[in-house]
């Protein structure tokens, strides 16, 4: 998996094969899919599955650089990125995702 932003001018970062699995990128994987399969009309349990797909999300640590940048990445998509001027929030989530970056880089090239 390559995770990059262009839109910010961050340098994507491969994963590394030989590393194990971040459990978050289970639970972002489940929570889309469950997203995508939502019916149009008012279905409760659809909803339901929603709520538990994204408190499993949120309630998952992540355990690697790759799956904290995918679980950033994966919020900016779900918060339309928040790209306007003098959004605090956004400019502080992209100072995050810079430094988990810069760090994965130092460390692949110590």
Do not use: C, K
């Not at 899919?33 to 949120?58: G, I, N």
């Not at 690697?64 to 950033?72: Q, R």
């Not at 956004?90 to 810069?102: C, M, P």
């Amino acid at each position: 998996m390559v995770i990059s932003h262009p839109a910010v001018g961050i340098a994507p970062v491969a994963a590394d094969a030989a590393a194990p699995l971040d459990p978050v990128l289970a639970a972002i994987a489940r929570y889309q899919r469950v997203s995508q399969d939502l019916p149009t009309d008012e279905d409760e349990r659809a909803s339901e599955r929603l709520v538990d797909a994204f408190d499993a999300l949120a309630a998952t640590t992540p355990t690697t650089i790759e799956g904290m940048l995918a679980l950033i990445e994966h919020e900016r998509g779900v918060w339309g990125g928040g790209a306007e001027e003098g959004n605090t929030w956004y400019e502080l989530v992209v100072q995050l995702e810079r430094g988990l970056r810069l760090l994965a880089q130092t460390l692949a090239n110590p």
